[in-house]
């Protein structure tokens, strides 16, 4: 995936994807990583909004463009 350098690039590609399924590996700290896949139910001015497609231990979550930047959040390509 393209290299994603400031929070605007982050929000225009997430805006981009909104509706869609996508990969995600999330850190949910303490080396818990999990990998899904969801939809982006709503991008908002400084944050996005994502529902799991299968079946994990997150429910609706939200999170911020700064969490795509530092790592927190990783989005994998779909082709």
Same mark, same amino acid.
């Given at each position: 995936?393209?290299?994603?350098?400031?929070?605007? *690039?982050?929000? /225009?590609?997430? #805006? &981009?994807? #909104? $509706? #869609? !399924?996508?990969? =995600?590996?999330?850190?949910? $700290?303490? !080396?818990?990583?999990? &990998? =899904?896949?969801?939809?982006?139910?709503?991008?908002?001015?400084?944050?996005?909004?994502?529902?799991?497609?299968?079946?994990? *231990? =997150? *429910?609706?979550? &939200?999170?911020?463009?700064?969490?795509?930047?530092? $790592?927190?959040?990783?989005? =994998?390509? /779909?082709?």
């Amino acid at each position: 995936m393209k290299s994603l350098k400031t929070i605007n *690039d982050v929000r /225009e590609k997430l #805006q &981009s994807l #909104q $509706g #869609q !399924n996508i990969a =995600l590996k999330v850190n949910k $700290g303490r !080396n818990k990583i999990v &990998s =899904l896949t969801a939809i982006i139910d709503r991008v908002y001015p400084s944050m996005f909004v994502i529902s799991p497609t299968c079946a994990v *231990d =997150l *429910d609706r979550k &939200s999170y911020s463009f700064s969490d795509v930047l530092c $790592g927190d959040v990783c989005l =994998l390509d /779909e082709q």
